[in-house]
């Protein structure tokens, strides 16, 4: 079986960047269900679905696409019909079994999405899992059609994949929310760092992170590791020293 | 005094970069001065410049370039002849008194060089120093020579920039480093974050940080939290732990 219709569960930003996508590829965007009726109302239009706020009062659709938060996939999976296919896009949650004849898998996107911000799927990461082999291959195919880069995984390796996206994305970001504040709080205007920044990200995608890394802590300078953290407090101070320990730690490894 | 010939002390990556900067500018570089004579020549040898190992057998030049690591601009400014111009690149180094008619500045690009990779200086943020007003004001104008955002700074304003760009290079870097060390403990391709890792920057970038915060710490999701940490250990999990933390304290402050 082809998926060729999709139901969208949920209406945030990987609904919308996942129902764009699939329907440029040509697939039908049957309905999107959200909680909040004005949500799936909007997502719905731009996609030229019907919406709705009731999961069983869908249409039928070859898949039924959970884009919601994790805490609330299993009580969404045990309110749709029976006999229907069910895929969810979490990155950290384990495939459920499921009652009678539907089947369940995953169609993990590893991409961090925006509401005003259309995401290169084409250059996306997709991790797609189900025990049932053929059911896993129409979700692999779905894949397929969107990105060119497309595994057959497993829950490790998702929850894996999943902990090196924490630290590659929120915990980088987190460290320039940090940067932001520091600058905030002693007149130091953040756009100056935007240079480095860009090219932090291309030497670590060029040469890789380890051999781009540089700064007081890997050169061991004690001087301005102390006058930095004499600067700090908080939980910047908490930081600034834990992550120079671990940098020091790394490099005695190399 | 209009600053046409510079003596750079030092061969590494910033003397690499910044030399061939003010040279493309019509700036002549002298002689390059090293500890160590392969480096001295080979550099001097890009730069058409003199090459020398030993401080006092440089020729004269408007100024004393200093590119060196933060521990031995000292020495290095005490062993300089009497009466020339010199400014050092730190950001974590106060501006040291000078004996008779020497003058000392400080000549900050906020980016991070690497040896194979040519910096675009055009778009890096200088800071520039000195007690003596003329003489800071023949650095800014050599600044300005390489870059459009040249900045008359103090200690204070060059130490928390200092501090900003640890966290926005050397900090955001090291996550990237755990990331790519999680990947290859587990069997994850480290290039499949590479889209999730550029899509970070842009975000941060156009958005800013403070609104492209995602994943489990910001959304509170505790399950989450609890699994990843559980197949962390040592510093990787003591920063997981920290800077989830972190994330949530900021979130309560929005």
Redesign the interface.
Known sequence: MEIQTVNIIGSGKVAKNLGIALQEKGITVSCICSKTKEHADALALELNASSTTNLSSMPIADLYLLCV???VILSIVAMLPNGVNIAFTAG?VELPLVNGSSKIGVFYP???F?EN?K??VF???FYVESEDQYFQQNLFDLAWKLSK?V?LSTY??R?????????????????????????LE???D?K???????????????????K????????N?Q??LI??EA??SG??K???S??S???Q??KLID
Do not use: W
């Open positions: 938060p994790d805490q950290a590893l991409q961090t925006s911000r995401a290169n250059e996306i990461p880069n595994h490790k390796q929850l894996h994949t999943h902990i090196a996206a924490v630290f590659t994305n929120n915990f980088t970001n987190h460290m320039l929310v940090l940067a932001e504040q520091h600058c002693n007149g130091v953040f100056d760092l935007q240079p480095l920044l860009k090219e932090t990200m291309n030497k670590a995608i060029d040469l890789g992170p380890r781009s890394q540089t700064g007081p802590a890997v050169r300078d001087t301005t006058s930095h600067k700090l939980k910047s908490e930081i600034y834990l992550v320990q671990s940098i730690q790394n």
